[in-house]
C-alpha cells in the first residue's frame, strides 16, 4: 500500500473519528474499576460506537472478536476482553478504533485500577511521556525514525525497554497503513515527514526485558518474563503548524 498524504478535508473525517475513539477511552477508563470484567469494558466501548454511529475497525479485523483490546498487567497489546475481573493495584492497556466515513481513528491508554504500586506508576508516567516525546517528532521535515528515537530515549533514559516486534503504523483509510513506525531506532533516517502525512504512534513498554510471546489465542502478546507492560498511542497529523493530535475530545 502506498504511502499517501491526506487532504484538509479527509483529517477533518479522521478528527471525527478520532474523537469517538477519544470517548471511548475515556468512558472505560471511568468504568474500568476493581470488579468489572474486561468484556463489561468492551460494552461500555461498544454503547459509544452505538451512541456516536461509528463504525469498529477492530471487530472482526482478521477474525478479531470485540471492539477493543484490554491488555492487564503483563499483557502487553491485543489482549481479548473476556471473563478477566479487575481487581485492585492492576494496570490494564486500553486499544480502540472508530471508523467515520471510511476514515479512521486508533489510540490507547493505560490504566489503574484503585491504587497502584510506585512501579507501576512511573511505568505509566514514563510511556506516556514517551509517546508525547514521539509526538514532537510527527512534523513537517522530520524523519520518520525521530520519532522512534525519541520514545527510546525516553523509555530507556527511566529504566524500561521498549517492545521491538510491534510497533506504529500510518493511518487513514485502512487502519494499518504504510509505513510502520518503530518505538526505537537512530535519528536521521528514513522518510521525510510531509504535511498531510497521519501517523499512530504507539509506545509498548516494559518494566522488565523487551522480548514477547504470543499466546495460544493467537492475538495476545505477553511480557517473556511476567512484568508489566505500558501501552500508550495517539493518531496524529503533520500540519503546517506542527503535530496534530486527532484522538483527543475537544
Not at 513537517?140 to 520519532?147: C, F, M, N, T
Not at 518503530?182 to 522518510?191: A, L, R
Request: hydrophobic share 40%; aromatic share 4%; with cysteine.
Amino acid at each position: 500500500m502506498p504511502i499517501t498524504l491526506k487532504s484538509a478535508e479527509e483529517i477533518a473525517k479522521m478528527r471525527r473519528a478520532g474523537r469517538v475513539v477519544a470517548e471511548m477511552l475515556e468512558a472505560c477508563a471511568t468504568a474500568a474499576r476493581p470488579g468489572i470484567t474486561t468484556a463489561d469494558l468492551d460494552k461500555v466501548a461498544r454503547e459509544v460506537l452505538a451512541k456516536r454511529r461509528a463504525k469498529s475497525n477492530f471487530l472482526g479485523y482478521h477474525g478479531y472478536p470485540a471492539v477493543i483490546c484490554t491488555s492487564p498487567n503483563d499483557v502487553i497489546v491485543h489482549g481479548i476482553p473476556g471473563d478477566y475481573r479487575l481487581e485492585e493495584g492492576d494496570i490494564i492497556s486500553i486499544d480502540c478504533g472508530a471508523i467515520i466515513e471510511g476514515w479512521h481513528g486508533d489510540a490507547a491508554r493505560t490504566i489503574p485500577v484503585g491504587e497502584i504500586s510506585e512501579e507501576a506508576r512511573k511505568l505509566l508516567t514514563v510511556t506516556e511521556d514517551s509517546l508525547w516525546a514521539g509526538i514532537e517528532h510527527v512534523r513537517k521535515g522530520a524523519r520518520l525514525s525521530d520519532i522512534g528515537h525519541a520514545v527510546q530515549t525516553v523509555a530507556e533514559g527511566a529504566g524500561f525497554s521498549v517492545v521491538r516486534e510491534y510497533v506504529g503504523h500510518g493511518i487513514g483509510r485502512a487502519m494499518h497503513e504504510e509505513p510502520q513506525v518503530p518505538n526505537y531506532g537512530d535519528p536521521g533516517k528514513g522518510m521525510k515527514l510531509k504535511v498531510g502525512h497521519c501517523l499512530a504512534v504507539e509506545p509498548m513498554v516494559n518494566l522488565g526485558s523487551p522480548e514477547t510471546q504470543l499466546n495460544d489465542d493467537g492475538w495476545t502478546v505477553i511480557t517473556a518474563d511476567g512484568s508489566l507492560s505500558a501501552h500508550f498511542e495517539h493518531s496524529i497529523a503533520v500540519t503546517e503548524d506542527g503535530p496534530e493530535v486527532l484522538t483527543v475530545l475537544d
